[in-house]
């Protein structure tokens, strides 16, 4: 039996944020229609995976999970787990917004299953969280974050974005201080990302919007690691930082090459070497289920050498890279090849290698990009 992770992507959001490239929509005409839909989709993959893997982790990710009704939040994970097993202990994560939520709304997310809560905050600047066009205030994010504690949370995670447009380094750390004083055990920190066919996007090519370069950005992010360490937080993934005990187990699964069954729509499924992903829209995701019980676009095997990139990719960014394992999936020949590179990156104190495991100093984190372009 294989331990793996479970992602449900719920579209629906109140507005949709300039920088956001996930799926969503703001119509919610067709939430029930969803609903009947995910429980097709699920009997589906459970008569292929029930016998085969347990799931430890289920994750709400979206769009606004915590926009819904607890009561659905609930039906969902009572089916998911009537149809697949599950550990007694599974992590159950949904994603949460400021301004969707009370004290009471987030009980009733408890009493359903949900034991660990990430709330998008992103910034605890009023001019960031304006110009990201987020629904809620500094002082409402903060709020959220004492609600959702009281309301008796013990694994709570927040996510902050740093080199936004005008964002000094003075002005990033007092958003991570401002983190130090709420009741938190884990925090995502990322970079920006332009994407494609975003409002952002389209301001800054019309240059109405001018982003930070590279060196500033590098310079936030080197501030973001000195700062966790002393507070407690360790760093487990590039973007991610926690108490001990409190990393996220499903994003370990991505980042430890685990299989992840996901429903939804544009959800993507990685099971036993092959990766699928689902139609995005959410009729047609809809009219899929009704007629052939899936929602797949597309599929496909990667070839050996593609899974041995990413699998080194994902190692050295989280946990570090386990020589046995990575033999065990690939054969032998792979830090042969590397040690030389290896070896200088260990005499520069870039990475250290324990117990047969490859893994990232700070200042590595810092160059990893770099890196893993000259692992072969
Ligand atoms: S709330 Fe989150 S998912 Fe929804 S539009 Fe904003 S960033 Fe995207």
């Known amino acids: 039996m294989k331990n793996s992770g479970i992602y449900i992507h719920i579209p629906f959001c109140d507005h949709k944020c300039i920088y956001c490239d996930f799926y969503s929509i703001t119509n919610y005409q067709n939430i029930s229609a969803y609903l009947d839909s995910l429980k097709i989709e699920i009997d589906t993959y459970a008569a292929l995976y029930k016998d085969t893997h347990v799931f430890d982790s289920i994750f709400f990710g979206g769009g606004t999970p915590s926009f819904m009704e607890p009561g659905y939040i609930s039906e969902i994970i009572n089916y998911i787990k009537k149809n697949f097993k599950c550990t007694g202990d599974a992590e159950i994560t949904m994603e949460t917004n400021p301004g969707t939520v009370d004290e009471e709304k987030i009980q009733a997310f408890l009493q359903a299953g949900i034991n660990r809560i990430s ?82 996007n389209k301001l800054v090519l019309d240059g109405k919007v001018q982003l930070e370069g590279e060196e500033h950005d590098a310079g936030l992010y080197e501030e973001t690691i000195a700062f966790m360490a002393p507070k407690g937080f360790s760093q487990y993934e590039v973007s991610n930082f926690c108490k001990p005990g409190f990393e996220c187990r499903h994003n370990n699964h991505y980042w430890h090459y685990d299989d992840y069954l996901s429903f939804g729509t544009s959800a993507h499924s990685f099971m036993n070497g092959k990766r699928w992903w689902n139609i995005s829209s959410l009729n047609l995701y809809i009219e899929s289920v009704k007629h ?13 050498s593609e899974r041995l990139n990413e699998y080194t990719m994902l190692a050295l960014r ?59």
């Open 119 to 200: 709330i998008g905050i992103q910034s605890f600047d009023e001019g960031d969280l304006k110009f990201l066009t987020r629904i809620h205030s500094a002082g409402l994010a903060k709020q959220t974050v004492h609600t959702v504690k009281q309301a008796g949370c013990n694994n709570i995670s927040i996510d902050l974005i740093f080199n936004l447009p005008g964002q000094s380094k003075e002005k990033w750390r007092y958003n991570l201080e401002t983190a130090f004083t709420l009741p938190i055990d884990h925090i995502s920190a990322y970079s920006l990302i332009l994407e494609r066919g975003t409002i952002l």
């Open 292 to 304: 052939k019980k899936h929602a797949v676009a597309g599929s496909e095997v990667p070839a050996e």
């Open 318 to 376: 989280s946990n570090g890279i386990e020589i046995t394992r990575l033999e065990k999936l690939f054969g032998t020949g792979w830090y042969k090849k590397n040690q030389a590179y290896i070896g200088s990156l260990a005499a520069s104190q870039y990475i250290v290698i324990r117990d047969n495991c490859i893994s990232l100093t700070p200042a590595g984190y810092a160059v990893c990009d770099e890196i893993l372009v000259h692992l072969q």
